[in-house]
């Protein structure tokens, strides 16, 4: 999988948007960038993956530089509920896993 | 919305026993995987399984570690020994059978205490 490197940690205030980025600087034309979270204990939770177009669901939206160097996931409006740590994965085709990093834990502020 | 089911929530056994992790995965999946995390650690990869058989294993998975899919409907992870660093949180997930498309629904997990 290509290296994914995120902040440790980030705070956003309820209601506001969460901007999350991501650096896979390593990833190579058709590996595709996930994003997973997972909140608490839970088990991980898909939300959006993209290739190179910015890419949009019920959950987020996903833009990715031209480069494909990096990429930033965005919860709009973001509700307490939305707490947990995020990954930015970066498969490398044809593998069978997921190999997940540390992520970025988003702490909604009311 | 389809869900990957597990059972039990949460397993007390005494080292040594043997455990079954039980999962239903969502029935037009294809590729079935188990994730373990221990706790404050991160979610490590420990198998998949296509077509009746692994296709790829973490170092983790070892000897102790099984896996079958017994019926068209249950995916289960054995542990034949269980040792005190086997406890963990055990998330089972299936995906489509597209083989690019890592959109992975996991289960809400087994919380497996070794005493």
């Known amino acids: 999988d290509a290296k994914t490197t995120q902040p440790p940690s980030m705070d956003c205030a309820e209601g506001r948007a969460a901007n999350l980025p991501c650096n896979h600087s390593t990833i190579s034309g058709n590996e595709y960038v996930y994003w997973y979270r997972q909140i608490h204990s839970q088990g991980p939770q898909y939300i959006i993956h993209g290739l190179k177009n910015n890419e949009t669901n019920e959950m987020a939206s996903l833009i990715i530089t031209e480069d494909r160097k990096s990429s930033t996931l965005i919860l709009p409006h973001a509700t307490l509920r939305d707490t947990a740590v995020y990954y930015c994965i970066a498969p490398n085709f044809g593998n069978e896993k997921l190999t997940f990093g540390t992520g970025t834990r988003l702490t909604i502020i009311p | 919305e389809p869900e990957v089911t597990q059972t039990p929530s949460h397993q007390v056994t005494q080292m040594g026993q043997e455990v079954i992790l039980r999962c239903v995965p969502i029935s037009n999946h294809l590729y079935f995987y188990w994730y373990r995390q221990i706790l404050g650690q991160k979610v490590e990869f420990l198998v998949s399984?296509?077509?009746?058989?692994?296709?790829?294993k973490s170092e983790i998975f070892d000897d102790q570690f099984s896996v079958e899919r017994p019926d068209g409907s249950n995916f289960t992870l054995k542990i034949r020994s269980t040792k005190l660093e086997d406890s963990a949180m055990y998330f089972c997930?299936?995906?489509?059978?597209?083989?690019?498309?890592?959109?992975?629904?996991f289960g809400s997990g087994t919380r497996l205490t070794v005493v």
């Open positions: 399984f296509y077509n009746n058989e692994i296709s790829e």
């Open positions: 997930a299936s995906r489509p059978r597209d083989r690019g498309n890592y959109g992975y629904t």
